[in-house]
Structure formats: C-alpha cells, structure tokens
C-alpha cells in the first residue's frame, strides 16, 4: 500500500472539508468561476434537466402503463427482444371480429363489427411502428446523451469543484502563514496549474453538451415526422372505413 498517496489523499480530503466549511460560514474566500464559465454551467443544468422530462414525458406518451415501460427498458438497455404483448387498439380489434363473427357477419351490426376491428388491428400495427421509430430516433439519442455527455461532464464539474477547493484552501493555509514547510510558492502554483487545466477540460466537455442540441434538434425532426406520418395514415384508414360504413 503507498501509504504517502494515501496520507496525502486523507490530508486533501481534510483540507477540503475545512475550506467548504469556513466557505459556508462566510469566514473563507472563494475563487470566482469566470462568467461565461458559469453560463456553460447553468445552460448545462437546464439542457439536462429539461431532457429527463423530456424523456420521461414521451415515454409514458409511447407507453402510458409504468410497469410495461420499466420492461421494455431493461430489455432495451440488456439488449434482449421485448415481449410481445397486445397492445390496447389491438385488443380491442381483436374483440370487435370476435363479435361480429359470432353475432354475424353477414348482417349489418356484425359485418359492421368486423370491419371496423379489423382497422383497429391496423391502426395498432401503424401505432407500433411509430413507436418504434420514436423510440430509435429520438428516445435513444436522449438517453445515450444523459448516460455519456452529462455524466462525463459531471464528473468533470466534481474534480474541477476540488481542484477549486485545493486551490482556496492552499491560498488560505498561506495567507495564515500555516503550514510554512508545506505550503510553498510552487504548491501553491502547482494548485493554480491543476485548478485552470480542470477549468479548461470542464469547460470543453459544458460546451459540448451545448453542442449536442443540434443533434437533440435533429432528433426532434425526426419524431415530429414519424408522429405526422402516423396520424396521416391513421386519419386515411378512417376515411376509408367512415365511407364503408356510411355506404352500407
């Protein structure tokens, strides 16, 4: 065990929980993120904010019952085929040509009942493959975002937030004359040094995830297209099938 990098880490820790603490008493200065750093932050929160309710919202709109959807995403995310299961259009359809066929096909009610089941069993097979596409177009992109840029840059915004922390409290230590051996000039440069290249590889990583809202803009596209085609094809069955039954 390297019980100097372990001493040094309990050391570092320690040093941290100080600083945060005197920070949050008002008895410590705190070195500014630079403004337009912040920005990437705030635009940052709320492009990940607003996509988990984005996400959430057209999955409950894909697939209003919960425990159907916690399903399909462990299959999705195991990459194991979901279960094929009726969908409620489809029941319906179902039920519908069962009864017409035993109250008769051949009269009107029954021939009726038959017909109009049997749109609704294609309506359901129209409502799967916009689901499908949906789900491959604009849920995957948004979740793979959430799962990659954010945490990626989350865990870059919690060292950076120490290597602030390393920074003030070194500043501090040296301002008291604490620590004199210890805290030197090159320490204390050698936290500048580590805190600004943190600032810089955080602040690429925010910028890429405002980046990523011309990739969420396509995938928007191309939800609103799959949604307009199925409505279209769904409106012209029930055209179709209004006539029938209006001409019968």
């Known amino acids: 065990m390297d019980f100097k990098k372990l001493s040094s880490g309990i050391s570092s820790t320690f040093n941290r929980a100080v600083q945060l603490t005197e920070e949050k008493l008002g008895q410590a200065e705190r070195t500014a993120f630079p403004p337009e750093f912040e920005e990437l932050v705030r635009v940052s929160d709320a492009t990940q904010q607003w996509t988990e309710r984005i996400l959430k919202s057209t999955e409950a709109v894909l697939q209003p019952n919960p425990a159907h959807r916690v399903e399909d995403l462990m299959c999705e995310k195991f990459e194991r085929e979901k279960r094929d299961r009726l969908s409620p ?20 009610y029954g ?91 955080t602040r690429l990583l925010l910028e890429g995830i405002k980046g990523a809202h011309a990739n969420h803009l396509r995938a928007l596209k191309d939800f609103t297209e799959a949604q307009m085609q199925y409505h279209a094809e769904s409106f012209h069955k029930m055209q179709e099938l209004r006539r029938e039954l209006n001409s019968s």
Do not use: H
């Open 89 to 108: 259009l489809e029941d319906l359809g179902c039920m519908m040509a069962t009864a017409g066929a035993e109250l008769g096909s051949t009269t009107d």
């Open 111 to 201: 021939g009726a009942l038959a017909r109009v089941g049997q749109v609704e069993k294609e309506l359901a097979e129209l409502e799967r493959d916009f689901i499908k596409t949906s789900t491959l177009s604009f849920l995957r992109p948004l979740r793979e975002f959430l799962e990659t840029d954010v945490k990626a840059a989350a865990k870059e915004k919690r060292e950076l937030d120490n290597a602030r922390l390393d920074l003030d409290s070194a500043k501090a230590r040296a301002k008291r004359g604490r620590d004199a051996d210890s805290v030197s000039e090159s320490d204390y440069a050698k936290e500048q040094q580590q805190y600004e290249r943190q600032l810089e590889v």
